[in-house]
């Protein structure tokens, strides 16, 4: 799993790429760790090259989102793949 | 009825086996000619069981996880992923979407998602300890 993170003054931009599954999160949930506490208000978590992807995913994502609703941020999810797009309507997420 | 192929695999409940055990099962349900979504889908399966071993049968300690497919001549293909941990105290309370003992790493949708992707998804206790999750789909033939 590669994590990247791109800040600019606006927006935070983290693309995943690789498995995201509950070997790959823990190291994702590290990078949210890390992110510092002031944080843009618009937020994009760019899934376009995540090659499987299974609950773990989910967890990431509303990990995100929980960290970002502290602080009144919004969060975007796009470029979601066909496979990991079935996992979300699965659990309900439809509107991802 | 006669399985036509069967794989088992043993694995240590590490982490870095979930996308082992995936692979490994996909390759075999390949010869079923499945479509890519459903090979998705056999991925996705496999990976939540395995992943419920890793993080609840076995939270401690490593311990062995055994994983059974066959292929059956409807096309249909069976996967049971057992382990010999220490077991879901409630399987009902387990399955239901949301809910989860693994923290906010942890989504809740693992069994959700088994049920969703499988056509049928059993879960029991092991004699003896662990437990046991069987999952079956069918694969359709295509013309």
């Known amino acids: ?96 | 009825m006669r399985p036509t192929n069967e794989l088992t695999l043993l694995l240590p409940s590490r982490s870095a086996n979930e996308s082992i055990a995936r692979v490994c099962v996909a390759g075999f349900a390949a010869q079923l000619d499945p479509t890519l979504e459903e090979l998705g889908d056999i991925k996705t399966v496999v990976s939540e069981a395995v992943t419920n071993c890793i993080v609840h049968a076995y939270p401690d300690t490593i311990g062995e996880i055994k994983i059974r497919c066959r292929t059956f001549a409807n096309g249909v293909l069976e996967i049971v992923i057992s382990d010999r941990g220490i077991g879901i105290p409630d399987i009902e309370k387990a399955r239901e979407p949301m809910f989860t003992t693994g923290g906010e790493e942890r989504s809740g949708m693992g069994f959700t998602i088994m049920e969703s992707f499988s056509d049928s998804c059993i879960v029991r206790h092991r004699a003896g300890g662990g437990t046991v999750v069987k999952l079956s789909k069918r694969i359709e033939p295509r013309t």
């Open chain 1, 1 to 96: 799993m590669n994590i990247d993170i791109q800040r600019t003054d606006d927006s935070l931009v983290i693309k995943l790429s690789g498995d995201l599954d509950h070997h790959a999160a823990g190291k994702v949930f590290e990078s949210f760790t890390a992110l510092p506490e002031a944080l843009p208000r618009r937020c994009t978590l760019d899934l376009g090259g995540v090659t499987f992807m299974d609950s773990s995913g989910i967890a990431v994502v509303l990990g995100l989102r929980r960290r970002l609703s502290y602080i009144g941020a919004e969060l975007s999810v796009v470029n979601a793949p066909a496979q990991a797009m079935r996992v979300f309507r699965a659990a309900g997420m439809k509107e991802i």
